[in-house]
């Protein structure tokens, strides 16, 4: 077996830990992508690949002819697009519980695994903070809660970073989230061991932020704040707990998909539940700052958010679907379900060239891509998907 060796990196000490990659080796796949975009949807048998040259032309996507590439024997659910992510046309999966893979599409429509690795524990995807395109390396995290280190009183959360050239571990950081700082009990009088729930992660300006709510033997928030922790990067030194009352807990689950992003000035803006049942508010964080800003609160219980992965889209706008958010004014730019007569449902989106493409269904149950300008305030249909489609997963650039 080969052996690699992730080292750990916190704040009171080095900790060495390793792990293996599957044996024999699988060679690299060299066929060219054949086309330069991939919707990742589900049917009701199985998952697919629905590959195009231009998504904005008047074509048909669908699983049926030979641009559908079936995925479903590399994803025990359909679901598990909540744990896959697509960097320089590579698809990386966490499809087994343990094993990261890298995945090609090839120009004579497979789906190839071309090289994994193996973590000692179980694994899947959680959040992507960064990707470095110089030098092929992506930073994230794997899903699931925290367990306290009653001892540290803390909980420690692992920071991987990996080269995807050769799916290795460079190192791994710990980012340790102090407990709660008092007892929380059980119905019956018993201590609860409360866990905590990382539900998004970003990196900037010197800064790593880690939105989370500390959840009961219930699986239910302990209480109504709302938590980020902030420390530095990339020592993970000077850590500090933030929270907030003045509307719910932070949004999301540990899924891929983040419920935050940075502005183009480092300000952490952050997705939290809203006072009342159902609705959501947006939290900043000034760059610098260790505080919320208690000038600024977005409350959006008006308006029919609908949560998924948020997106920073340059301009002072952000994507919180199915709106366009001028964030710093706390106005809504654009409702793009009002936009194209139906309702964008797309998990994780894409934006280039200064346009947002997000997956629609119609009131007449049909599906459709949908190309939002951002500069001109515009949308406009690009290709159909198959009717018999339930859910659209991601829009992703292949080449």
């Not at 024997?73 to 893979?101: C, E, V, W």
């Not at 809203?274 to 977005?298: C, E, H, I, P, S």
Request: hydrophobic fraction near 35%; proline fraction near 4%.
């Amino acid at each position: 077996m080969k052996t690699n060796r992730l080292f750990g990196y916190c704040a009171l000490a080095g900790l060495l830990l390793s792990s293996c990659k599957d044996s024999p080796s699988i060679p690299e796949v060299t066929e060219t992508i054949p086309s330069a975009y991939s919707v990742w949807v589900a049917t009701a048998n199985g998952s697919y690949l629905l590959t195009t040259d231009k998504i904005m032309k008047d074509t048909l996507l669908s699983p049926a002819n030979n641009k559908g590439v079936d995925i479903t024997g590399n994803l025990p659910q359909a679901r598990y697009a909540g744990y896959a992510y697509i960097f320089n046309g590579y698809y990386y999966l966490s499809n087994d519980g343990t094993r990261f893979s890298k995945h090609q599409l090839t120009d004579n429509g497979q789906f190839k695994e071309v090289d994994n690795y193996a973590f000692p524990t179980d694994f899947y995807l959680g959040k992507v903070a960064a990707q470095f395109s110089s030098t092929d390396e992506i930073v994230f995290t794997g899903t699931g809660a925290s367990d306290a280190n009653l001892e540290k009183k803390v909980f420690e959360k692992d920071i991987y970073f990996m080269n995807t050239k050769d799916m290795t571990i460079s190192k791994t950081l710990k980012a340790q989230i102090p407990t709660l700082d008092y007892t929380v009990y059980k119905p019956d009088g018993s201590v609860d061991p409360t866990i905590l729930n990382v539900t998004s992660m970003r990196i900037g300006g010197g800064k790593a932020y880690f939105g989370f709510f500390y959840y009961n033997y219930d699986y239910k928030p302990v209480d109504k704040k709302a938590y980020v922790y902030i420390c530095d990067y990339p020592s993970m030194q000077n850590g500090h707990v933030m929270s907030d009352d003045r509307a719910s807990y932070v949004a999301g689950h540990w899924q891929r998909e983040n419920y935050s992003f940075l502005d183009d000035n480092n300000n952490l803006y952050i997705l939290t539940r809203g006072k009342t049942d159902g609705t959501y508010a947006l939290m900043r964080v000034n760059n610098g700052q260790t505080q919320f800003d208690k000038n600024y609160l977005f409350d959006l219980k008006d308006y029919a958010v609908k949560g998924g992965d948020l997106a920073w889209l340059g301009d002072g706008k952000a994507y919180i679907r199915p709106y366009v958010i001028d964030v710093a004014n706390k106005r809504i730019v654009a409702n793009l379900a009002e936009m194209t007569g139906g309702d964008p449902t797309t998990t994780i989106n894409l934006i280039e060239n200064g346009n947002l493409y997000t997956a629609v269904k119609t009131t007449a149950s049909k599906w459709f891509i949908y190309e939002y300008n951002i500069k001109n305030n515009s949308v406009k249909k690009g290709a159909e998907i198959d009717p018999g489609v339930t859910q659209v997963y991601h829009i992703n650039k292949l080449k």
